[in-house]
């Protein structure tokens, strides 16, 4: 590139946020924004949940593609191909124990759990990122719903090894070779 920086969001519209972005093999960015205009139902509408959208940086159109009462996250690219990301169900479970996590195909279909779906731990995994070379690894940050964000656990999950608690948890980073407890904090 020219190394020049260009703003492919919109600038004429000032009332939501962009950020996030992940480059997909493609070309296209996925990345997360305010711009449902949601906010948390547990304290009055605020902070703004953000969703998942996709921007085409040539034509600089723009779709959503992620449709939930709640925030999704940090977007990343599989080494298989598909998009991870956090997603923060609200319905039907106790709010503070469902950040999970959750994967799709790069154009937002066939979003399915990838982690964590009706468990309590990990509360929140933020920051996940994969193991390169490995299929389904993953590496993040096991942390409570109402403690200070992205400080925790650093935690590898591999779902081929179990998808429920600490069942797919094969390691915390630094102690090698100790089995993982799931210990739920808040």
Not at 2 to 25: A, M, R, V
Not at 75 to 84: A, E, I, S
Not at 160 to 186: C, F, L, M, S
Request: charged share 20%; with cysteine.
């Amino acid at each position: 590139g020219s190394g020049k920086t260009e703003q492919i969001t919109p600038t004429d519209i000032t009332n939501f946020d962009c950020f996030d972005g992940c480059y997909l093999p493609d070309g296209r960015i996925t990345f997360c924004s305010t711009a449902t205009f949601l906010g948390l139902p547990c304290i009055n509408g605020r902070p703004r949940m953000s969703g998942l959208y996709q921007i085409e940086p040539q034509t600089k159109n723009i779709r959503q593609i992620t449709f939930d009462q709640d925030s999704n996250w940090e977007p990343v690219v599989m080494n298989d191909g598909k998009v991870l990301y956090q997603r923060w169900e609200y319905s039907g479970l106790p709010h503070s124990n469902s950040r999970l996590l959750f994967t799709m195909n790069p154009d937002g279909t066939s979003q399915l759990a990838h982690y964590g779906s009706n468990s309590y731990f990990p509360t929140a995994f933020f920051g996940a990122r994969p193991i390169p070379g490995h299929s389904s690894a993953v590496a993040g940050i096991a942390t409570g719903h109402h403690s200070v964000s992205r400080a925790g656990r650093l935690l590898i999950i591999d779902p081929t090894k179990g998808r429920h608690e600490a069942d797919g948890v094969v390691a915390e980073i630094p102690h090698r070779g100790r089995k993982v407890e799931p210990i739920i904090r808040d």
